[in-house]
């Protein structure tokens, strides 16, 4: 899996924005072992350190699939996701989920195949350092687009599920 990270920070005018540093490395994984990081330099680690304690408390993380495909939870764009292996699916689109009665039949009789694998999911060093950014103070709050729940699972707070979140369903109706 590669992790990589843009730690962004919002100046005081609205849309600009500063890049304070873009941090890529690899984890290799191999099977029956914890991933393994690849030394990343003591230039790169010394400027997001140096970011983490100048932001103390304002950083922002945005996450999405990459953070959990290492839980076993599958993607849909990368090169092995569901939309690329299978190029007739499609994801619903709120309007038809909520006009059209087949496109709600459609995303429940998905969301009943897959909960399985989304209930053996467990929470990776990733979510876990998370929490532990938060925790310690460094981050003031994260934003995932998965549905997973594996933040809260790893004890992040103060997490907002942009497109909710598996383990609660509330009727719309």
Request: aromatic share 10%; with cysteine; glycine share 6%.
């Amino acid at each position: 899996m590669r992790l990589s990270f843009t730690v962004t920070y919002m100046t005081a005018r609205p849309i600009q924005q500063r890049v304070a540093a873009k941090v890529t490395f690899r984890i290799k994984r191999s099977l029956g072992e914890h991933p393994k990081y690849e030394p990343v330099t003591p230039e790169a680690r010394a400027l997001v350190r140096d970011f983490f304690a100048q932001h103390r408390g304002h950083v922002l993380v945005l996450t999405g699939a990459g953070v959990s495909t290492d839980s076993g939870i599958p993607d849909y764009r990368s090169p092995n996701g569901t939309y690329v292996k299978h190029p007739q699916y499609r994801s619903i689109l709120f309007h038809e989920f909520v006009t059209q009665h087949c496109a709600r039949q459609r995303y429940w009789a998905r969301s009943f195949l897959g909960i399985r694998e989304m209930e053996k999911a467990r929470p990776n060093p990733t979510h876990y350092a998370f929490s532990r950014l938060e925790q310690l103070g460094y981050i003031g709050q994260l934003i995932t687009q998965n549905v997973d729940s594996l933040h809260r699972r790893a004890g992040s707070q103060k997490v907002l599920e942009l497109h909710g979140s598996l383990r609660t369903v509330r009727c719309m109706g």
